[in-house]
């Protein structure tokens, strides 16, 4: 009889691989909604129970977690919550977001082709939820799934041109930026007061498109300094 295809071993990295996946979702969930303050001690055997796995799948997405800077190992305490991003921290993320995306724009805008149908429905989709965001709004309720969703698709747009780049590297560094991203707006407050502004300035990389590679990453260049701007107003109100 010939060797299986898939060796019992490797259906079973499988399996934990796909275990410990879906609980650095289900964590990583929680550490971008707004009940969880900075500092929060997490608990292994806690979460393995409330999850009902084992530790082991836990510790091994708190590891990955760490990479991401949401979350702290305390030498003999364990992990807790990182603490919100201070103003030099906050220059330094939106530096590395000019510097990164404003490549991967122009990259991908050799491929305006077909670029500009996707970002085209990115943008509609985004519209579409910040529609939803502001008529909550006006109920005076704002559920959190709308807003989850509402800043899901707003990276949306952003991670539709560093796929467009086809590069493996831009996306696994569009993941680590993507996290503290949603973490800064979770500390800030901020993201869902400018949805207006920053459909128009999506709207604006698209159009730039049309005169090339090199004014859409100018675009996106835009785009960022003026969210760096916004942000800085929330962080002082």
Do not use: C
């Not at 995306?101 to 939820?129: D, F, M, N, Y």
């Not at 730039?208 to 004014?215: E, N, Q």
């Amino acid at each position: 009889m010939s060797d299986p295809l898939f060796p019992l071993t490797a259906v079973r990295s499988l399996e934990r691989r796909g275990l410990r996946d879906h609980v650095y979702d289900r964590v990583l969930d929680v550490l971008l909604g707004p009940t969880v303050e900075p500092g929060t001690r997490l608990s292994i055997d806690s979460i393995a129970r409330e999850l009902g796995v084992s530790p082991t799948p836990v510790r091994e997405a708190l590891v990955q977690l760490e990479r991401t800077g949401l979350v702290t190992r305390v030498a003999n305490k364990g992990y807790r919550v990182s603490p919100p991003l201070v103003a030099e921290q906050l220059d330094a993320l939106f530096d590395a977001r000019a510097l990164l995306e404003g490549g991967a724009t122009e990259l991908a805008a050799v491929h305006s082709a077909s670029l500009a149908p996707l970002l085209e429905r990115a943008l509609a989709r985004h519209a579409e939820t910040a529609a939803r965001v502001k008529a909550a709004s006006g109920l005076g309720d704002l559920p959190v799934e709308v807003i989850r969703t509402y800043f899901a698709d707003d990276w949306n747009f952003h991670h539709v041109i560093f796929e467009a780049t086809a590069n493996p590297f831009l996306l696994d560094m569009s993941e680590a930026i993507s996290t503290r991203v949603h973490r800064m707006r979770q500390t800030l407050h901020t993201g869902i007061s400018d949805a207006d502004d920053a459909i128009v300035e999506h709207r604006a990389i698209i159009t730039a498109l049309d005169a090339g590679p090199r004014a859409a990453a100018d675009a996106m260049r835009v785009h960022i300094e003026k969210v760096r701007e916004r942000s800085r107003l929330d962080s002082t109100r």
